[in-house]
């Protein structure tokens, strides 16, 4: 015998294993092999006996067959750590890795999604339908609109200022002043997107990613600029509740929501505040084309959607 013990073969499948660190299940080594391709919430496999894991395994390689009929028909790029969702709409599949090699997940098992802006719902699915919230954030950005440009004005105001002193001074000032850029830190309306998927799944209870939101320029912070990245990144929020659904929930009604106490009111009243935030919406799309934030085909696009024709 040699300074190593030798390793009891592995648990699943009889092989060998290798290596100094191997995995264990129930305190029996399992090989790379086995073990390898396995996609389970965070430490779940601490929690399983040799036949839980035994189970897994045969959950996994029957998952493995929808791979071979997974077509690809629509991706969306959350951008955080490479995380991709990719979904067949056909055959009403998902899988929340660009190689497929992830657990895929069949629209059955997915219980509901909310995806939000920090705290605030911008979309919530279930087999009820989806509720599109009205996000604040555009709001929020145009009003900050004065104080940014003041700031803005001001700073340009300094940097001209320095420039002409360096002039003067012949340069002299150059290492301590002659940079004219300090940042403007104007601070974000929201820090970030949030999705959260539930499943009705015998491994999977809930899934969450998050996606930056875009921040300000620091050097000529702009309320149009923001707004196109925002406008840029709320359309993959869109993309992606939209995916959802067709996969999750084919079929189910939309409703549009504003989130300030719409909850209370009457049906009938909610139809006519309904109609109304239908109204502003679509006037709110159409400034954002008349800014050039949007195209027109984007702006008749959601026209349509809005207005259900
Ligand atoms: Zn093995």
């Known amino acids: 015998m040699g300074l190593f013990t030798r390793k009891d073969p592995c648990a699943i499948c009889g092989g060998k294993v290798k290596g100094l660190l191997s995995w264990k299940i129930d305190g029996q080594y399992v090989c790379d092999d086995c073990y390898g391709t396995v996609d389970l919430p965070n430490n779940a496999t601490n929690y399983m006996t040799i ?12 998952n493995k067959q929808l791979k071979e009929q997974f077509q690809i028909t629509q991706e969306v790029d959350f951008g955080w750590f490479d995380t991709k969702f990719m979904f067949d709409t056909t055959n009403r599949l998902l899988c929340m890795d660009k190689n497929l090699s992830k657990t895929i997940f069949e629209g059955k098992h997915i219980a509901s999604f909310v995806i939000k802006e920090d705290s605030s719902p911008l979309f919530e699915g279930s087999a009820s339908g989806l509720r599109r919230y009205i996000s604040s954030v555009p709001d929020r950005v145009m009003a900050l609109a004065p104080q940014i440009n003041q700031i803005v004005m001001q700073e340009q105001m300094q940097r001209d200022t320095e420039r002409l002193l360096d002039r003067l001074d012949d340069g002299k000032l150059n290492n301590s002043t002659g940079t004219y850029t300090r940042n403007i830190n104007i601070p974000k309306p929201f820090q970030q997107f949030y999705v959260e998927l539930r499943f009705n799944h015998p491994y999977w209870d809930i899934f969450t990613a998050d996606m930056d939101a875009p921040s300000f320029n620091t050097n000529t912070p702009d309320v149009n600029d923001y707004l196109h990245d925002y406008n840029q990144s709320s359309m993959i929020m869109e993309q992606l509740a939209e995916a959802l659904m067709e996969i999750a929930f084919p079929g189910a ?32 799309f159409k400034a954002l084309m008349d800014q050039g934030i949007i195209t027109e085909e984007e702006f008749t696009a959601k026209k349509r959607q809005l207005l259900g024709i």
């Open 253 to 284: 009604p939309e409703q549009v929501v504003n989130p300030v106490g719409s909850a209370a009111v009457s049906s009938e009243e909610s139809a006519s505040a309904a109609a109304v935030d239908t109204v502003t919406e679509i006037q709110r």
């Open 51 to 62: 036949e839980d894991f035994r189970g897994y395994i045969a959950f996994r390689d029957e």
